[in-house]
């Protein structure tokens, strides 16, 4: 049994560790392409990226883009595409953050009154395309895109000072800007503060073990993505399983917006960044769906982002490291591909083996 | 200078072999699928290869298709050397495969499918009006009845097979490889299928027939080939041998028999479906009226040709298709309307046919396996968490007792042979102390060894109360092991038929709506001792009538041990 | 497993006997209902821009990227490869086809933009069809990898030139249109605001008022793609792989090969129609401009139900609502208000007198929604307008679930000697 458990330790490591090399080499060849030096940008980009104020910022990413892969891994490990986590963060936050400004709440109750909001308004966005595929039937991957679209045409409508947004200065549209007992605080690493939802994002990744890993709901939703047919038949009812799995999936989506929301901005502008659902998926494509995986593909893709602002600097398009990033995410997609045909043969190999060697003992003893 | 022509034909002297193969040896992963296999098949022959299920049959037809390479030998078609690395070698080559799995696009027309790859017309041009008249030339000159604008979806099994035999006539083959062709018919489809075989033959074609139906190949075949464990053990000529000595010589020694002696039916009615009718989405019955009842004890048998209702029967008492009307009782619990978890929790146990598709998660372990489908019960949870150290535990339990051939249960289901999955699929749902069993093709597709494992696993759970609804397209396997036998067809119960008495045969009739004769039983049952020639005669069918609930041709129970009261336990 | 983009557990194809070829005549009817009924709704609202020559000429316009995507989309799933990576594919055509605009000249362009969507599409192949990556994995890295592609040869290129810079290219030469003669007649029939004489002339002044070369050479592709794929042997095998593979390879066909080819056509579609955007629906290239585009034209694939017919269809609706945003259609939004609260009622008693009774019920209420809010506003904000076309979509999808028929092997991972 030790040797099963070395072998596939080596097995599991060894798609992420292909990929990043290869992501690596392909990167450095488009940058020896585009007039570049290789080894200077990762070195600038490695001095850059360990530097204290980096570190505290790339855990600040981290907690972000962690959750937001966490929503996805949910939907990945039923085989449900929710690309729609950037929608859903962005529509949940914005409501949260109306809420947060509007009610007048003691300070902590207000925090955990946000959060509900915004966990609420995630799942019940992901919950349009769970309901549209149950009963109609429609891919979930165009539903949840076509709702990105509408969420954030929904929020550009709301927003505007007329309705539910403020006018702050002369320019700036956003919400009602949170009281200040409701900004939650930081926890001080060195010179600076993370982010203090990071232990939220934690406790998330805990909870996502415990429940895909552990209960009899996980069990049902990892076999109805292994095999539908074969989850249909021990008694799975899949309909209801997909409508939990993607209400999951948005609630946590919905949380994703809110280490910056509790944490920064304190209210949800025009300028709340975007794009943070698609690096969700992209990491949890890298840390397969693993809690632990999803951790490090958070902190990588956020090292990377963090270090390439220091590219500028030395003339290099930081625009690199996007294509680093599209480029390990290919690569680790054909090379857990490949890990897992390996894998398989091998294993296929030595159960015949060993039912070989059991064979030969048997013949010993029959007349 | 003088250019021997290149012949198309094979030469017509009888020496000449239309294939020779010579040290055939194919290795996968994990198994040697050929090892120094030798066969010469004469031309304008009929040439079977028998062989049990994994035998190596399938992939030494690969190999001679051209969809495999051979890691060592040689192949020889019209005594030239050839060597194939895709079908369209050996298609060029003149042999023509008909699969047992039908290949064929069902939403594709016949025309298409037929001349897929070698189409009619010019500058890339599909001539489709060609393409029919050569279709319909062939149809003919054979008798296939082959309409080339039909949609393949809406065309039955007979006709599919035809379809696939006109596909490789098409393309000029002389050599044709039928693999497995009879698996889906009925014996007067076979009938009809021999005749067209021997139609080929007498144009020169030569058949190679891939086949484990003794009795069959004995009729029509003219020289026989037998493998066992990837290698030649034998090559017979039919009248030198027996079905028994073929079955000998294919296993290689004392074949298991499914037979069951004693009767261990109880009195306690397990289930009762009444009235029960399943309609297909265009409306259609595909299960109508169906009332039959299971006894504690009792081994039900369903009889039919594929395609009759039997998996629609299996998937509506277990909650996976609804049911247009009807009941369905469990002992005292009506469970109509519950869904499938619940029913499973009631206690039904299922093995399923198709045990790839809904039977295991074939990328998970074994021990994720033995929770599937029980993922409510103990040893497998805990109040609402995995208890991973029992369903492990239990695990290792149901490998020991049911002789599951693996080294261990982190294995991937998908790395165990298709014997050795069954066999945990039939000890896990054992496991759940069921009371009833759904089995479906229980050993379809599953080697001899395993095959006797679970007859022996149904039989003990069989003598301890459990009852069973046996559905088969073995027809000794559901001989063997029923109490009673029904036959389906259409969607209803047509007859009842007693297994101490029913030869294949007369259940053969039955399942194609001839109706069961009162007569004399039938031939010597080639997997065992022949059945007696009863005196008591059969129940005669009453076609389209329905056999009483659970009542028919049990005989006298010969049982060993005192009929159980109603209510009481098992030891 | 959710192999494709219909579930066939939940939704199980249409079976062969219930699928009704729609003939000519029946087709033509449609349209002169539709046509009917639209005139009506703009005599009763007065907001003329919904059937102006304007409008539909800009509707034209846009419904060729997402045809052309869409077609990509059906190349590729008759071939059996699911291809989410059209909107990545799209992107690259954006970005290579203003470059080969832009450096080059118009029709380089293209050619370019076709090119860049091959690259993208040879990508997704390698992934699916030699690695055997699940397909809609591999499509959505492609699309991470198109965005962050075009994002770096932005920087490279547009940086130094005028008017770019790391999101958007200089501006575009055109290409040139052509107008049928007769268009200034249909122009003066238009203005006069006769029912249903004055909106046929608008659709039919769209359609030959300043029509770009271009789109001449995508609307022929829908043709081509039918007679290529039903009328040739080529077609024929390509087709065979979609709906069994293992057939096919038993045949002889090069299942690999095909797949190969299906999908880097697949690409070079999405990449033509990503070019098309950039210089005829635009003249410019900007990130983020595709909005979602290559994936209503998956929507219109499915619409189309897999045939180049239906897909134009599908992807002419879809161009239709994308084409109000362009010209701040809030009133022609609300006008249509009414048009789908119409329409919806007609396919609600429709399910109902088919005893659908919880579909009729449901897009009855729907239809009374639609119809109260059309009473209560004025116009649509434009936000609103912005997702039209997506909230177009999403409909059109939950309503055609029925009659559904993907290939039979489309998104599953295919390997040679079985399944």
């Known amino acids: 049994m030790k040797r099963v458990d070395w072998q596939r330790t080596v097995l599991v490591l060894a798609a992420p560790t292909l990929a990043v090399v290869v992501a690596v080499l392909l990167s450095s060849i488009v940058l020896v392409v585009s007039g570049n030096s290789p080894l200077r940008t990762f070195e600038s980009m490695l001095d850059f990226g360990i530097d204290p104020d980096s570190v505290i910022q790339i855990l600040n990413k981290s907690t972000t883009y962690y959750l937001s892969a966490l929503a996805v891994a949910i939907g990945f490990r039923m085989n449900l595409f929710n690309i729609g986590v950037d929608g859903q963060y962005r529509i949940a936050a914005f409501f949260a953050a109306v809420v947060g400004g509007w009610l007048a709440l003691p300070g902590p109750l207000l925090i955990v009154v946000v959060i509900l909001v915004a966990v609420a308004v995630g799942a019940f966005w992901a919950g349009i395309a769970a309901v549209l595929k149950v009963t109609r039937g429609v891919s979930e991957v165009i539903s949840t895109i076509m709702l990105n679209v509408i969420g954030a045409g929904i929020v550009a409508y709301l927003i505007d000072p007329s309705r539910l947004g403020v006018l702050i200065g002369s320019q700036q549209v956003s919400t009602e800007p949170m009281p200040e007992s409701a900004y939650l605080p930081g926890i001080p690493l060195g010179e600076g503060e993370v982010f203090g939802f990071i232990l939220i994002a934690l406790a998330c990744g805990i909870g996502y073990w415990l429940l895909l890993g552990r209960t009899r709901f996980g069990f049902d939703l990892k076999a109805t993505g292994l095999s539908e047919t074969a989850a249909v038949a021990s008694g799975v009812d899949v309909k209801r399983m997909i409508l939990r799995a993607m209400l999951l999936s948005g609630g946590v989506a919905g949380l994703v917006g809110l280490p910056l929301l509790l944490g920064e901005s304190h209210s949800y502008g025009q300028d709340f960044p975007a794009g943070f659902g698609f690096a969700g998926i992209a990491i949890a494509l890298l840390g397969r769906n693993h809690p632990v995986g999803i951790a490090i593909g958070a902190l990588l893709w956020s090292f990377l982002e963090q270090s390439s602002q220091i590219l500028d600097l030395e003339g290099v398009p930081k625009e690199i490291v996007t294509i680093m990033q599209g480029i390990t995410v290919l690569s680790v997609v054909i090379a857990y591909e490949l890990v897992r045909r390996f894998s398989l043969a091998q294993q296929q190999r030595r159960v015949g083996a060993e039912l070989r060697a059991a064979a030969r003992s048997d013949e010993g003893a029959v007349p | 200078m003088a250019s021997a022509p290149t012949a198309e034909q094979p030469a017509a002297s009888v020496g000449a072999p239309a294939v020779e193969l010579r040290g055939i040896t194919k290795r996968f992963p994990g198994v040697v699928a050929n090892s120094d296999v030798d066969i010469v098949v004469r031309a304008g022959t009929v040439h079977a290869i028998v062989g049990e299920n994994g035998a190596g049959k399938s992939t030494l037809m690969k190999i001679l298709y051209g969809m495999q390479k051979p890691d060592e030998g040689s192949i020889a078609v019209n005594g030239r050397p050839a060597a194939f690395s895709s079908p369209a070698d050996a298609i060029a080559a003149g042999i023509g495969m008909v699969h047992q799995h039908f290949m064929l696009a069902d939403n594709l027309t016949v025309l298409e499918n037929v001349v897929l790859g070698a189409e009619p017309g010019t500058l890339g041009r599909l001539d489709a009006r060609a393409a029919g008249r050569r279709i319909r030339e062939i149809s003919d000159a054979y008798g296939l009845g082959v309409q080339p604008d039909r949609l393949v979806e809406e065309l039955g099994v007979g006709d599919r097979q035809r379809i696939e035999i006109l596909k490789v006539l098409y393309r000029g083959a002389r050599i044709l490889i039928l693999d497995e062709p009879t698996a889906v018919l009925v014996p007067q489809e076979v009938d009809e299928l021999f005749a067209n075989l021997r139609e080929l033959k007498a144009e020169g074609i030569t058949v190679l027939f891939i086949s484990h139906k003794l009795d069959e190949v004995l009729a029509v075949a003219d020289e026989i080939t037998v493998i066992r464990r990837g290698t030649t053990v034998a090559t017979v000529r039919p009248d030198e041998v027996t079905a028994r000595r073929l079955a000998e010589l294919m296993v290689g020694g004392e074949l298991p028999s499914p037979e069951t002696r004693e009767s261990t039916v109880r009195e306690r009615v397990v289930l009762t479906v009444e009235a029960l009718t399943v309609r297909s989405p265009d409306g259609r019955a595909v299960l109508d009226d169906v009332t039959l009842g299971i006894r504690a004890g009792e081994v039900l048998g369903i009889a039919g040709v594929e395609g009759n209702g039997q998996a629609e029967l299996v998937e509506a008492i277990m909650g996976l298709r609804p049911a247009a009307a009807g009941r369905i009782v469990l002992a005292d619990r009506d469970l109509t309307a519950l869904d499938t978890r619940e029913r499973r929790e009631a206690g039904i146990g299922f093995i399923p046919e198709d045990r790839q598709r809904q039977g295991l998660l074939l990328e998970a372990s074994l021990w994720e396996n033995r929770i599937l489908g029980h993922q409510t019960r103990p040893p497998n949870v805990s109040g609402p968490w995995i208890n991973r150290d029992g369903a492990r535990a239990d695990t290792e339990r149901i490998v020991r007792e049911y002789d599951v051939r693996t080294p261990s249960i982190d294995v991937l289901a998908s790395a165990l042979s298709g014997g050795n999955q069954q066999k945990l699929i039939v ?145 | 497993m959710t192999a494709g983009l219909v579930d066939q557990t939940i939704t199980p194809p249409a079976p062969a006997r219930r699928r009704r070829r729609l003939t000519l005549p029946v087709v033509l009817l449609g349209i002169a209902a539709l046509l009917v009924l639209v005139s009506l709704v703009r005599m009763v609202t007065g907001a003329d821009d919904i059937t102006s020559s304007g409008t539909i000429g800009a509707a034209l316009r846009l419904a060729v990227p997402i045809g052309l995507a869409g077609l990509g989309g059906l190349w590729s799933e008759r071939a059996g490869v699911v291809n989410i990576g059209l909107e990545g594919q799209l992107i690259l055509g954006t970005w290579f086809g203003a470059w080969g605009a832009f450096e080059y000249g118009a029709w380089w362009g293209a050619l370019a933009g076709i090119v860049g969507g091959a690259l993208g599409g040879l990508i997704h192949a390698v992934a699916t069809v030699t690695f055997g990556v699940d397909h809609i994995v591999s499509g959505v890295a492609v699309n991470i990898l198109g965005a962050g592609a075009t994002r770096f040869l932005s920087a490279l290129v547009f940086v130094d030139t005028p008017g770019g810079g790391v999101t958007q290219s200089p501006t575009l030469p055109p290409i040139d249109t052509f107008t049928l003669p007769g268009s200034g007649a249909l122009r003066t029939l238009e203005g006069k605001g006769w029912f249903l004489v004055s909106d046929l002339a608008g659709v039919l002044g769209g359609l030959v008022t300043q029509v770009s070369l271009l789109t001449v050479v995508a609307i022929a592709l829908v043709p081509i793609s039918y007679v290529l794929l039903w009328r040739t042997k080529f077609g024929l095998r390509l087709r065979a792989c979609g709906e069994a593979p293992s057939a096919a390879e038993s045949l002889g066909v090069n299942v690999y090969r095909m797949k190969y080819l299906a999908v880097i056509v697949s690409g070079g579609f999405a990449g033509l129609g990503g070019a098309f955007l950039a210089e005829v629906a635009t003249s410019i290239y900007r990130e983020g401009q595709t909005n979602g585009r290559g994936y209503i034209g998956l929507a219109a694939m499915i619409f189309g139900n897999w045939r180049p017919g239906g897909l134009a269809a599908g992807a002419g609706i879809f161009g239709y609502t994308d084409s109000l945003q362009l010209r701040s259609g809030g009133e022609s939004v609300h006008a249509l208000l009414l048009l789908l609260a119409v329409v919806l009622a007609g396919i609600g008693v429709w399910s109902l007198v088919r005893r659908r009774r919880l579909i009729g019920i449901s897009t009855l209420g729907v239809a009374a929604l639609v119809l109260v809010w059309f009473l209560l506003t004025d116009t649509v904000p434009d936000e609103f307008v912005g997702f039209a076309p997506h909230l177009t979509t999403l409909l059109v999808l939950s309503l055609a679930a029925q009659r559904l028929r993907p290939p039979a092997a489309d998104g599953r991972p295919y390997r040679r000697g079985g399944d």
Not at chain 2, 451 to 459: E, F, K, P, S, T
């Open chain 2, 427 to 571: 000890g896990r749902e054992m496991s759940g102390d069921p009371v009833l069993l759904l089995a479906a093709h229980p050993t379809r597709g599953v080697d001899v060894g395993a095959q006797a494992a679970i007859w022996d696993a149904l039989r003990t759970a069989r003598a301890e109360g459990l009852a069973v609804l046996l559905i088969s397209a073995d027809l000794d396997e559901l001989i063997g092991l029923s109490d009673t036998i029904q036959v389906i067809l259409r969607g209803r119960l047509v007859a009842d038929a007693d297994p101490r008495s029913v030869t294949p045969e007369e259940l053969g009739s039955a399942m194609t709506g001839a109706g069961l004769a009162a007569g004399p039983a039938g031939r010597a049952n080639p997997a065992g001792p022949a059945n007696p020639a009863g005196p008591e005669a059969p129940d005669p069918a009453a076609p389209g009538g329905r056999g009483p609930t659970g009542t028919t041709g049990t005989g006298p129970p010969t049982s060993d041990r005192t009929a159980a009261r109603p209510g009481e336990g098992e030891a």
